[in-house]
């Protein structure tokens, strides 16, 4: 069984910072990428931004040159620093990982439950 359990989201006002967490935890036997989408009400999920084992990073373009992904690997862990905050960043964000629990699997993308990021005066 596999989690992915997010943290660090809230209420912040604009141009304001918030850190977002996601640890990946249980039979993992490699992990590819991980990565961050948002789904804002009445609006498709969208990539915010994802990054490979090598720490090869990709960005949505509403976020480049505010937001910044990074992971650790030893604790199969991925992080979003998000700055300069926007109202219209206000979104459930939801961490995902591309990985394989076993030798044997195929590579499988699992997602967590999400966190809420309110961006507000």
């Known amino acids: 069984q596999v989690q992915l359990v997010e943290s660090g989201g809230g209420l912040v006002q604009p141009g304001g910072s918030l850190r977002l967490s996601c640890a990946a935890s249980?039979?993992?036997?490699?992990?590819?990428?991980m990565g961050w989408s948002r789904q804002a009400p009445g609006k498709q999920r969208e990539l915010v931004a994802g990054?490979?084992?090598?720490?090869?990073?990709n960005y949505g373009d509403s976020v480049k040159g505010r937001f910044t992904i990074s992971r650790d690997n030893a604790k199969n862990t991925v992080y979003l620093q998000m700055n300069n905050l926007k109202p219209e960043d206000t979104a459930v964000y939801f961490c995902?990982?591309?990985?394989?629990?076993?030798?044997?699997?195929?590579?499988?993308?699992?997602w967590g439950q999400g966190t809420q990021v309110t961006v507000s005066s």
């Open positions: 249980g039979s993992i036997f490699s992990i590819y990428v």
């Open positions: 995902n990982a591309l990985l394989r629990v076993g030798v044997r699997d195929d590579p499988y993308t699992f």
């Open positions: 990054i490979n084992s090598g720490g090869t990073t």
